[in-house]
């Protein structure tokens, strides 16, 4: 039973840094991968970052690159976005999904988190 749980969201003041966090279970991350995306009010979702277990190096938006880290610690069976340098565009809901690989195209991830709210205030 695939689940995934999003968490870490919060409010902060722009030019500060956030954890989020996304645990899973029910599948081998080795032979998937987990994406980050956020919808913000009257936009449509975009894919943040994306870490896979056969790729050589994670995808970034060019919105985030240089301020946002993910990492993975298969031990924990988490995910982590770091976020650094916020911006009051940052400000979304974000979700974490698995994937059988890294994709812009949240259609193709199979599994969802149930999301976590970050507000980046000016």
């Known amino acids: 039973d695939v689940q995934l749980q999003a968490s870490g969201g919060g409010l902060v003041r722009a030019g500060g840094s956030l954890r989020l966090s996304c645990a899973f279970s029910?599948?081998?991350?080795?032979?998937?991968?987990i994406g980050w995306f956020r919808q913000a009010p009257g936009k449509e979702r975009e894919g943040v970052s994306c870490i896979s277990g056969s790729a050589i190096r994670p995808y970034y938006a060019d919105s985030v690159k240089g301020r946002f880290t993910i990492s993975s610690d298969n031990a924990k069976k988490t995910v982590y976005l770091q976020m650094n340098s916020l911006k009051p565009e940052d400000t979304a809901v974000y979700y974490c999904?698995?994937?059988?690989?890294?994709?812009?195209?949240?259609?193709?991830?199979?599994?969802w988190g149930q999301g976590t709210l970050v507000t980046v205030s000016s």
């Open positions: 999904a698995a994937s059988s690989v890294c994709n812009s195209d949240y259609g193709l991830f199979d599994y």
């Open positions: 029910g599948f081998t991350f080795d032979d998937h991968a």
